[in-house]
């Protein structure tokens, strides 16, 4: 595997700047310091910068030549409301915030690529660098990006996104075309019946007996409503009720989430989900209510583009370095409110087993995202920031 020479050298520097970031952490739209540095190497590096989208967004642009075709290349920035473990020097500053996701890693590697095109301007067209607020928590920082005019104000031909991969190995490319992560969706049932005294319950109506049945329920709504070729979670994450051991409470609050990868699918089993917390109470003289939110759209990559961002990994690290149908995903990712408007696709870069990391941590700690012991592995960041690179190139080519 071959990074350009001069992101190589810079590889201490781009290591440095990877650590700052993740010794302080930001959380969804309160990157303020992350997105300050960002614009203040942006300007350094003679790119004209715009900030403010979607209150702490970054956007940088960048022009070589006469042709009117655009790339839009993106990082999301923001840190996830987690303890970190690790105890290694670059382990975070700020009580209950990580980057436990590598966002820190995905950020310096675009600052990297932008560095390098800034220099040595080998292509024709414009280049749009987006450093994004809030992609976790369903915050979806894209939207807002959106919200304030992001492709208005910078049109893209095609736009492209890469998040590390854990458990692949490192410095892999993995690419899928079609659904490729699901939708993300929340939900809150309130069940409301009569409470009363533990030891009297036919004086009441027991909301925790119709919210157990009401859980075996839901449970069919994946196995016998849904189409079983299409694939979809329906997972009950929380249930709330009562205070006393001998008081029957008056409401029961259920709470979880649902992922699809079409959203044919997710209206079938909202509606289904409906009828039952709504119907289901009624059969005890009681009442529910759903409460559903769909908050991130399932990810779609786009057939032609996504084809064009695998074969410039092949070209520049190799076939055997390349996977061209990794399985789908459950997780979700607004990245996908970017491909509903411009064609792209986003893909994956292994980040390892974890054998790079640093031993200062406490515990064994898997290297899995979310985990409070996970470290970007720094030697993917002269690899991330040349497939940049040579995706720009090829995407823009000078003419001959």
């Not at 952490?25 to 004209?48: C, D, K, Q, Y």
């Not at 006469?66 to 500053?93: C, Q, V, Y």
């Not at 996104?161 to 993995?174: L, Q, R, S």
């Not at 087993?353 to 030697?379: I, T, V, W």
Request: net charge negative.
């Amino acid at each position: 595997m071959k990074t350009l020479e001069a992101i190589q050298r810079a590889h201490g520097e781009l290591t440095a700047i990877r650590r700052d970031i993740h010794a302080h952490p930001e959380i969804a739209f309160e990157e303020v310091r992350t997105s300050a540095l960002v614009a203040e190497r942006l300007r350094a590096m003679g790119i004209e910068v715009h900030t403010g989208l979607g209150k702490t967004g970054v956007v940088g642009i960048l022009k070589a030549g006469t042709s009117g075709k655009t790339i839009g290349i993106r990082a999301d920035m923001d840190a996830l409301p987690m303890p970190e473990l690790n105890k290694f020097d670059h382990a975070s500053k700020n009580a209950g915030r990580m980057h436990g996701c590598g966002h820190d890693g995905h950020t310096t590697m675009l600052l990297g690529a932008a560095q390098y095109l800034s220099a040595n301007r080998d292509f024709d067209g414009t280049i749009v660098f987006i450093f994004q607020p809030a992609e976790e928590g369903g915050n979806a920082g894209a939207r807002a990006m959106m919200e304030d005019g992001l492709f208005e104000k910078f049109p893209c031909d095609a736009v492209f996104g890469i998040h590390n991969m854990p458990g692949m190995p490192a410095n892999h490319f993995g690419f899928r075309t079609g659904p490729s992560m699901a939708s993300s969706n929340r939900f809150d049932i309130v069940i409301k019946g009569t409470g009363g005294h533990a030891a009297q319950p036919n004086k009441s109506v027991d909301p925790i007996v119709i919210a157990a049945e009401m859980v075996l329920a839901l449970q069919s709504v994946i196995s016998r409503t849904r189409d079983p070729l299409d694939p979809a979670v329906l997972s009950i994450t929380q249930i709330h009720a009562g205070d006393a051991y001998n008081v029957i409470p008056g409401e029961v609050v259920l709470r979880g989430t649902v992922r699809t990868y079409t959203t044919t699918n997710l209206d079938v089993i909202e509606d289904t989900m409906r009828r039952i917390a709504t119907t289901l109470p009624q059969v005890h003289g009681a009442t529910g209510e759903l409460d559903f939110i769909r908050a991130y759209p399932p990810l779609i990559n786009w057939e032609k583009e996504t084809e064009f961002a695998a074969q410039v990994a092949e070209e520049a690290f190799g076939k055997e370095n390349v996977s061209r149908n990794i399985p789908a995903f459950m997780g979700a990712e607004d990245f996908s409110f970017y491909l509903e408007k411009v064609p792209g696709a986003y893909l994956f870069l292994g980040n390892g087993d974890g054998d790079h990391r640093e031993k200062a941590y406490e515990g064994m700690g898997p290297c899995q995202l979310h985990n409070s012991n996970y470290d970007f592995n720094d030697a993917l960041l002269p690899v991330g920031a040349t497939y940049w690179v040579k995706l720009v190139e090829a995407y823009l080519p000078k003419s001959a």
